[in-house]
Structure formats: C-alpha cells, structure tokens
C-alpha cells in the first residue's frame, strides 16, 4: 500500500463534474462541485453563529428543528460547493431536490447522489403516466 500523493489530494480542490436533478426533461444541470467538510465550515466561521446549532443537528444527522436555520445552512454549504456555475448565478432558481443532492456529494460524493436518482427516477415514471 501506497502512501497518498500531495498532488492527488490537491485535485480535490479543483472539483468534479456532477449530473444534477435536471431542471425539467429538456434542461439537465450539470455543474462542478467539490467535496466539503461541515466541521472545517464551522471551524472557519463560514457558518455564523446564530446557525451553528442547525449545523451540528445536520452533522449529527439529528430531526431538523428549525427548517429556516436549516436552509440557511444549506445554502452556506451549496455556496461553498458549487465551483460552476457560482452560486450567485443559480441561487433564485436552484430547486430543493438540486439543493439536496449537492448537499448530498458534499458528504459522499457521488453515492450521496444515488438515492436521491432513485427518487428522480420514481417522480419521472409516475409523471409519465399521467400524461
């Protein structure tokens, strides 16, 4: 076994590309993401104080209390994660299933993004046969 190359590990900082839940049939998302740690958001003050609580209940994968504190740390994570398109640019029209699969590959990276495929899938098969 190999000791893991410095070089190796820098390109984690230079993201992956990522299929997100598309944004209707005809307009997939697909943006570049890096992997996140919560405890380093927090420890750097990236996540503000008054947040800090919601933040341990995600880390800690306890029921969320608060869903606004929630979301507003989602959005600190998302904003950190996406590297393209910025966060600025896609904040207002970001769906909540886009919102929890970056969330998602910031923990896990692509498995995070395996069940929530599933429920993409489920959602476009029952859509179908409605029509």
Do not use: H, W
């Not at 800090?52 to 929630?70: C, M």
Request: glycine share 6%.
């Amino acid at each position: 076994m190999e000791v893991t190359k410095l070089d190796d590990l820098k390109k984690f900082n230079d993201g992956e590309v990522v299929e997100l839940p598309a944004f209707d049939d005809n307009t997939p998302f697909v943006a570049r993401l890096k992997r996140l740690s919560l405890l380093a958001l927090c420890k750097a003050g990236a996540i503000p104080n008054q947040l800090l609580g919601a933040a341990q209940e995600i880390f800690e994968g306890r029921q969320k209390s608060n869903i606004k504190n929630y979301a507003d740390v989602l959005d600190v994570i998302i904003s950190q994660a996406l590297i393209e398109p910025a966060y600025d640019d896609v904040k207002d029209v970001l769906t909540d299933m886009q919102r929890m699969a970056i969330f998602a590959y910031t923990q896990s990276g692509i498995k995070g993004l395996l069940p929530l495929r599933e429920i993409e899938r489920i959602s476009k098969d029952s859509t179908l046969g409605k029509k």
